[in-house]
């Protein structure tokens, strides 16, 4: 018998099929997803693959064998191998890099511990930022990051040091030694949801909005069709009872579903829905999970121990087979969209495996993304609308509050506005609670100096450092390189150094100014770095001990709290001036997943925006809830200034430590599409070969071609192509193209 091989080549990001004999002692063991050792190249050396089929014979002769299968299970249930096979085509990586999202880290190797270990730090913050300069004078970088993502967090997990934040298990290893960390063993809690935690739900008698969806979804399903259906649901119009109904009826025909929600929509209260309607049938994946209970709910899919699964993007690789429904629940999120290698679109992979299943596919949102309900119309989607909350509740009065009039008409300083303080006050006084919604983009806090205008950036990365209020540091999003506040400007000497921009930590300062008797929650990516504190915040909030509940994006998202009825916008603008042509969109949806906070209970809601641009559209709709007014003003642009839906866009990044070769390799790239473009006339604009926006991350050199094209399908031979040509000379030099991507950094 012959094995197809695919090599795992640490060079080169594409994949060959390589032919190998099975020696007749491994025919029973060298199946088709088992990884396998053997001999590569003119050396012999022993490299180690997966096998991708089997065959009879092969077209070549003098096979080599296979020296050794590896493990008792294969890594890739040869389900799903097809699926990765697809991915690593379509998304311009390796089959290895693939099968990674099918396979929960440690997958190989058999996760079973118990326990886990997690780093602290010993020494004072001074201490720490001395050690850091120490270190990277002296080139020690991995322990310098240890000791950098620890001043942020305080305590880690050792794995999560070495996997994310660029240490390695050396470092932490003398820094023990050293006296600056501890290592300290804790015990895991590995029975994430235990359905005996949960109140037992069952169905409730759908409302007649529901029944029209449920009775088609029960069609469907009765009759395994693929179909893909698009739910346009207002917040609160009960879409999740939808859900858990179909699901229902696809357990009942003993088969599975997959139900994907963005990971912060992923809450307790969330899960808590799908445990309690359906028990341990119902395994959860999402990012908080250690790496021993990934491994567990893995196996229990992939064993058929559960039924269903609930988790974020990458849940949509779960090893089931027999599937009967796939949900995405918030369609519009832009989490759907990995923005790592490989850069693929959880619909599209949905769309994919709903097809090869031949089941359905269920897309919902209150506002469907511009794309999806495009495709709607044109008859992609069989599309349902829910227009009403299922009580009948109304949806929240908006208010927009004209910033500029603040300052110069009410003389009022704050970025509160007094119409707003007001609200506040009314709620305070009738004991009901509030949420105030801050976007974080354009928020970001930077250092800059007054008298020359500069701004502290990171050493590596082209970008400004983020002022971090609480530790009083610097870091970088981009690599985690951390330093003192400065006091004085590195390049005038100055002492006129401020931080720039209104984060939480302002706002909140200024509420408690306004209101000091107010209880002030915030909730913001530095209040919940510490594992379980976003769900500890929540609980606080729930259990009456704070009035009001302040934060970025994450307090936007299916939070459903009965006494909220007031919610604010404090700065629109920050949403909609974003350079994107995807801005409106993301504002329009943003404006009514926050102001859809309010008014979920008896009380009636109301919701406050403050912007700076009181008539522009997107505010306008949003005001009106009016989605479909939103969409029709929307796609005309979108038209008339060709962006998708009515064309792809197509990203090639070049990235390396030197700057004159990657601009090279870049602009051999650029000419070559130059020449075959042209007689295409698929792909119609080009931008580049030049620096990308943020032009060095880790010092790493970035440059980039930005394309717009009719059809990225119709684009795909020559992307691959150019593709692996490259990546077959590849030196120093990363190439990723990405399809559709959301930032273009
Ligand atoms: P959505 O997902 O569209 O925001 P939900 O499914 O969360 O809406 O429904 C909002 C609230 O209405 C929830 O508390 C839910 O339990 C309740 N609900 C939904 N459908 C029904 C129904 N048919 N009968 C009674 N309560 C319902
Ligand atoms: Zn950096
Ligand atoms: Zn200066």
């Known amino acids: 018998m012959v094995a197809k091989v695919i090599i795992n080549n640490k060079e080169q990001n594409i994949d060959k099929v390589f032919d190998y004999s099975i020696p ?340 919902a949102s209150a506002t469907p993304s511009v794309n999806e309900f495009y495709k709607a119309k044109i008859g992609e989607y069989t599309l349902f609308e829910m227009t009403k909350r299922y009580n009948e509740g109304a949806m929240p009065d908006v208010d927009v509050v004209d910033m500029r009039g603040e300052l110069f008409e009410n003389k009022n300083r704050s970025p509160i506005s007094l119409k707003l303080q007001r609200e506040i006050q009314k709620n305070l006084d009738n004991g009901e609670k509030t949420i105030l919604f801050l976007n974080r983009r354009g928020y970001s806090t930077f250092v800059s100096c007054r008298e020359c205008g500069e701004v502290i950036n990171c050493p590596d990365c082209s970008i400004a450092l983020t002022y971090h209020k609480r530790k009083d540091l610097l870091s970088c999003h981009y690599c985690g390189y951390t330093m003192r506040n400065v006091e004085e400007c590195p390049s005038c000497g100055s002492s006129y150094v401020k931080y720039f921009g209104t984060g939480t930590q302002k706002i909140e300062e200024e509420i408690s100014r306004l209101f000091p008797s107010a209880r002030i929650l915030r909730m913001d990516t530095d209040t919940t770095s510490e594992k379980c504190s976003h769900e500890k915040i929540l609980d606080k909030f729930k259990n009456g001990e704070a009035d009001i509940l302040l934060g970025t994006q994450m307090v936007t998202k299916g939070l459903d709290f009965h006494d909220v009825t007031l919610v604010g916008v404090l700065a629109a603008d920050t949403t909609l001036a974003v350079d994107d042509f995807r801005a409106s969109e993301r504002g329009f949806s943003l404006f009514t997943q926050v102001c859809g906070r309010a008014g979920r209970g008896n009380l009636s809601g109301r919701a406050i925006i403050q912007t700076y641009q009181p008539f522009n559209s997107t505010i306008k709709f949003s005001r009106q809830h009016d989605y479909l007014g939103f969409y029709e003003n929307e796609i005309i642009q979108r038209k008339r200034l060709n962006y998708p839906p009515f064309c792809d866009i197509i990203y090639i990044v070049a990235t390396g430590e030197d700057e004159q070769t990657v601009k090279e390799e870049m602009e051999k790239i650029g000419k070559r599409l130059d020449k075959e473009i042209k007689p295409d006339g698929n792909i119609f604009s080009k931008t580049g070969p030049g620096e990308a926006p943020i032009s060095k991350i880790k010092n790493n050199y970035r440059y980039r071609i930005l394309m717009k094209c009719k059809n990225a399908d119709d684009a795909h031979d020559l992307l691959r192509s150019i593709y692996e040509e490259y990546e077959k000379g590849r030196k120093s030099v990363f190439l990723t193209i990405d399809i559709n991507p959301i930032n273009m950094y």
């Not at 379509?90 to 190797?109: D, H, N, V, W």
């Open 24 to 363: 007749m002692v491994l025919e029973e063991r060298a199946q088709v997803g088992m990884r396998v050792l053997v001999p590569f190249g003119i050396g012999n050396r022993m490299v180690d693959g997966i096998v991708v089929r089997i065959t009879e014979k092969s077209e070549y002769k003098n096979l080599k064998e296979i020296k050794k299968v590896l493990g008792s299970e294969p890594v890739c249930q040869p389900w799903l191998l097809d699926l990765c096979l697809w991915v690593s085509e379509k998304y311009f990586c390796s089959l290895y890099q693939a099968i990674r999202l099918t396979t929960p880290p440690g997958m190989e190797s058999g996760v079973r511990e118990k326990t886990m270990k997690v780093a602290r730090l010993l020494v004072s913050q001074d201490k720490a930022f001395d050690t850091i300069d120490e270190m990277r004078k002296k080139g020690a970088t991995a322990r310098a990051r240890v000791v950098e993502a620890l001043l942020m967090t305080e305590c880690l997990p050792l794995s999560k040091l070495v996997r994310e934040k660029g240490g390695s298990y050396d470092a932490v290893r003398s820094l023990e030694k050293l006296g600056f960390l501890a290592v300290e063993e804790v015990q895991l809690v590995r029975d994430a949801y235990n359905e005996t935690k949960y109140q037992k739900s069952t169905a409730y008698k759908p409302t007649s909005e529901q029944k029209v969806v449920i009775d088609h979804l029960y069609n469907v399903i009765e009759e395994e069709k693929n179909e893909k259906i698009l739910l346009r649901g207002v917040t609160g119009s009960g879409k999740t009872e939808v859900f858990l109904q179909a699901i229902e009826k696809v357990i009942e025909k003993g088969k599975n579903a997959i139900m994907l929600v963005p990971e912060i929509s992923l809450t307790p209260q969330m899960v808590e829905r799908f445990v309690s309607r359906f028990g341990n049938q119902v395994a959860v994946i999402h990012s908080a999970l250690s790496q021993g209970e990934r491994f567990d709910e893995w196996n229990k899919i992939k064993n058929g121990e559960v039924k269903v699964v609930v988790g974020a993007r990458s849940a949509i690789f779960a090893p089931f087979r027999n599937i009967g429904i796939i949900i995405l629940d918030e369609e519009h999120e832009n989490s759907y969209k990995s923005e790592t290698t490989p850069r693929y679109h959880a619909i599209d992979v949905a769309t994919k495996r709903a097809k090869d299943e031949n089941c359905v596919l269920l897309l």
